[in-house]
């Protein structure tokens, strides 16, 4: 007689960690980094849209007369005003005058930043010398203490110097601050090998030729970055300058355009004009100077 035998069903057996996935959880993953992509586009959208919105509104101020800039809708287009605004500017206040005095003292003020606080990083990251660390930990105290708390000591010193009223009393006090030291000495202390300088000091190289030819190259990326940052921060100082520059031929941007502002009626399409002229500079800076530490931030990124 023919025996039947029971045939058991064979059941799938679960996939282990080395097995290939299947084409459902395929799908699974494939829709998943769909939708996590999306979700970060609209969110980074997003904030591009309200980091921009600002600036567009700032020119859409400025070219629109103040009964448009406050009436109901807003308006949200561009007007025909722009040059009538800047016009008015002008007819207001020493736009010129003032604009070349800011030029010149933040142009001053980023150059003489990156020389003294790269020198003092520099000597702090890579040189070892008497009371080294009570100095750094003296140096972060002055950087903790408010600007404000400063007005008054500098300006009992610019008095005593004679420079009241000077371009110079902006410059020197803002030729080093405790910021750019800390932010260099960090970057000195990993971007510049030791074995580096040694070799130097092998070929003869003494300090100057050591800083000039090792420190500034490889402190290129965060000079960059320090430079913009000093010469945006002089740029918009407005409390220093009003106290200290008490010749209205010396006033700076910030001071001047301040003016535009009258006690009874302001003329808001004017000041935002203004406004306009003081940020397109920077807008400029700040697209020559980036270049340099994001290049540097780059070639970071691919040695490591």
Known sequence: MATTEAVEPVLAQP????????????????????????????????GLLMSIFPFYWLVVMSTNKTADIFGYPPRLTFGPELWTNVRHVVQNVDLLGALGNTVIVSTACAVLVMFFDSLAAFTFAKYHFPFQRTLFGLLLVTFMIPGQLSLVPNFVIMAHLGWIGTLQALIVPGAANAFGIFLLRQLAEGA??????????????????TYFSIGIPMLRGGLAFLG????????????????????????????????LNSLYNTDYGMVMAGALISVVPLVGVFLIGSRHFIANIAAGALKG
């Open 228 to 259: 913009i940052f000093t010469f945006i921060g002089a740029w918009n100082d407005y409390v220093w300058p009003l106290v200290v520059l008490v010749n209205p031929g010396r006033q700076t941007l910030q001071v001047a355009l301040s003016q």
């Open 192 to 209: 510049i090998p030791d074995e580096l300088l040694e070799a130097a000091r092998i070929d003869g190289a003494g300090f100057f030729r």
């Open 15 to 46: 996939a282990g960690p080395g097995a290939a996935p299947t084409g459902t959880e395929r799908g699974h993953r494939l829709g998943a980094r769909i939708v996590t992509s999306v979700v970060t586009h609209v969110v980074l959208i997003l």
